[in-house]
């Protein structure tokens, strides 16, 4: 079963609007980590935000905010303000404790934003 | 560069060939994963590595992989006797610490084509 969800393959926006990467995530784990990463055209993996199961608390980080919601298991990404710059690929991912020590990734959203 | 470093960046062999990819983890980190990300899709976890130990290589395939992260030197991912089916690209993370809540800092990635 997949563990971490991205249901949108592909997004295109138009510069300037505002878009929401979804990630749902699947754990039996009380205590778990989720993540988000962007792939830009050039292929390394750059790490944005790591967020703990107990802490639900939105975050904010410049034109980046995340929304962590226990309920709906899910950890959406709202670009505001979107840039050509954040052309990407955008993972989620899913750390459990007692699971061991890997990261399970979704399988991705495709963010285009046009001039 | 303090960041994780792995060489080479492309790797093309033919088919029956076996391929080397190496792996320098950030300074300070003594944990080491790999991931494989095939066309179109996320990263799956591989391997997950301490100096000179395999802590869980419940990601590799039963044949063929091998992986090792020795005393002194990068982590190697050795794959023998390659086929078409392995080209993707492979990308290694390192973390402090193994308990999931670190946020795994990734490399560039080694894109290996077979042909």
């Known amino acids: 079963a997949q563990k971490v969800t991205q249901a949108q393959t592909e997004i295109s926006v138009v510069e300037k609007e505002d878009v929401t990467l979804d990630c749902v995530y699947e754990?039996?784990?009380?205590?778990?980590?989720l993540f988000w990463y962007k792939q830009p055209p050039s292929g390394e993996l750059v790490f944005l935000i790591r967020?703990?199961?107990?802490?639900?608390q939105n975050e904010i980080s410049g034109r980046y905010s995340w929304n962590f919601q226990k309920s709906t298991s899910s950890f959406n990404f709202t670009i505001t303000a979107s840039q050509v710059v954040d052309s990407a690929v955008y993972f989620c991912a899913l750390s459990e404790v007692a699971g061991g020590n890997q990261f399970y990734f979704g399988t991705g959203t495709s963010l285009t934003v046009i001039p | 560069n303090a960041g994780v470093m792995q060489n080479p960046r492309h790797l093309v062999r033919r088919r029956g060939q076996e391929a080397r990819l190496r792996c320098s983890p950030m300074?300070?980190?003594?944990?080491v994963y790999w991931y494989r990300q095939l066309p179109e899709e996320g990263l799956k976890f591989m391997v997950y590595?301490?100096?000179?130990?395999?802590?869980?290589e419940s990601g590799m395939p039963k044949e063929r992989f091998s992986a090792e992260f020795p005393k002194e030197g990068p982590s190697i991912l050795r794959i023998q006797q390659v086929v078409r089916g392995d080209s993707a690209a492979y990308f290694c993370?390192?973390?402090?610490?193994?308990?999931?809540?670190?946020?795994?800092?990734f490399g560039d990635g080694t894109r290996l084509s077979i042909l």
């Open positions: 967020r703990n199961s107990f802490d639900e």
């Open positions: 993370a390192s973390s402090p610490r193994g308990d999931g809540n670190q946020p795994q800092h």
């Open positions: 590595l301490q100096k000179e130990n395999i802590i869980d």
């Open positions: 754990t039996r784990d009380t205590t778990y980590y």
């Open positions: 300074k300070g980190h003594s944990h």
